[in-house]
């Protein structure tokens, strides 16, 4: 059977995208809008697994609709809509919720990771949070999914209960087992601060991660402060690896000039770190400012923004209640 490529992903909106977000997520959606169907989705109803403050959420989910367009989605060539104008998503997760396994969500390790001991005081959607993800793959049967290595369990759990849903109903080529696309070279964009950590939003320190909003002066600042190492850069990748905040600069680097890592190292071999990063941050605020601008100036015309959720969720919601039509009838619902 041939099955048409079909691309979905998601991002939260829980505030200033970063770095991370974007090397290892956004960069990679608007390169596949050029030869594939994609819908990108603004899943407001994962952020609310923790609370956020109402007006802030609103602000958020308009934010990242301005960061999909200012990094360069094209909202005539992409679907872009937030997850909660789809009510399809809450709907299929629940299905999903019927499906999946407690013990394959017990081996989730962002749940673990991000409860840590207090377990206990964890909302009940942050604990499923995997099935609706699940869900919002499986309610468009996408079958690539764009995002950064620490989704790839989640992603492979998809899998699983796209498996069992076609092995329960009997239908054995009904949702496409959707494959993660992990950019190659950098799928894990490390904080600043500590390498052996990714950048990410809840990370306390605002020195940990690049903003795109930043602006010249503090990605000067940032990229200045960043963890790196006393000896001077090495001349091979093993003994880079071993020394995980250098690695991280010189792998971004890499990812942002388009020079291969091997070839840097060649070049940058017996060099101190603080000759790299000024150039290092040439290179962000060449890339990454004229990002935040445009997400500025998006901002200020909120009656765009609102237009482009509403025409996507329009289009998604056709798609949706064509695939949930099967879906019920699969299951046995009226
Ligand atoms: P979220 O909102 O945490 O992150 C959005 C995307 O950015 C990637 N990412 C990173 N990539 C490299 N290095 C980093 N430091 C880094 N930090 C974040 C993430 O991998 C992601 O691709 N659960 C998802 C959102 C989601 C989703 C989906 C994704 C909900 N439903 C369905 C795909 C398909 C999340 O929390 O991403």
Redesign the pocket.
């Known amino acids: 059977m041939i099955i048409k490529k079909l691309v979905?992903?998601?991002?939260?909106p829980s505030g200033n995208l970063h770095l991370?977000?974007y090397?290892?997520?956004l960069k990679n959606f608007v390169e596949l809008q050029k030869s594939a169907d994609c819908i990108y989705c603004v899943?407001d109803l994962?952020a609310i697994t923790t609370f956020q403050e109402p007006k802030k959420l609103r602000n958020n989910i308009l934010e990242t609709t301005a960061s999909f367009i200012a990094a360069g989605l094209d909202p005539k060539k992409s679907i872009i809509f937030n997850q909660s104008a789809v009510s399809g998503h809450a709907e299929l997760a629940w299905i999903l919720n019927c499906v999946s396994r407690i013990g394959w969500l017990n081996r989730m390790t962002q749940f673990k990771d991000k409860v840590g001991s207090d377990k206990e005081k964890a909302s009940v959607g942050l604990y499923i949070y995997p099935n609706l993800?699940a869900a919002?793959?499986l309610l468009y049967k996408a079958t690539h999914?764009p995002?950064?290595a620490?989704?790839k369990q989640?992603l492979e759990l998809s899998r699983d209960i796209a498996l069992k849903f076609n092995k329960d109903f009997n239908c054995p080529d009904f949702f496409p087992l959707p494959e993660p696309l992990i950019p190659k070279n950098i799928?894990?964009?490390m904080s600043l601060r500590d390498g052996t950590k990714?950048?990410?939003k809840s990370e306390e320190s605002d020195y940990s991660r690049i903003n795109l909003k930043d602006s010249a002066d503090e990605i000067k600042k940032k990229i200045k402060k960043a963890k790196s190492d006393s000896a001077p850069i090495p001349d091979n990748l093993s003994s880079l690896e071993k020394k995980p905040e250098a690695f991280n600069l010189l792998n971004i680097f890499s990812e942002l000039s388009s020079i291969n890592l091997d070839k840097l190292i060649n070049e940058m071999s017996g060099k101190e770190y603080s000759a790299v990063k000024n150039d290092l941050a040439d290179l962000l605020i060449s890339q990454i400012c004229p990002v935040g601008k445009e997400i500025e100036k998006l901002m200020g015309d909120e009656t765009y923004l609102l237009k482009i959720l509403k025409n996507g969720a329009e289009k998604a919601q056709l798609k949706a209640e064509e695939n949930l039509k099967k879906i019920r009838e699969k299951v046995g619902l009226i």
């Open positions: 979905f992903s998601g991002v939260q991370g977000n090397l290892g997520a899943v994962h993800m919002d793959i999914v995002v950064g620490d989704q989640h799928s894990r964009v990714k950048m990410s």
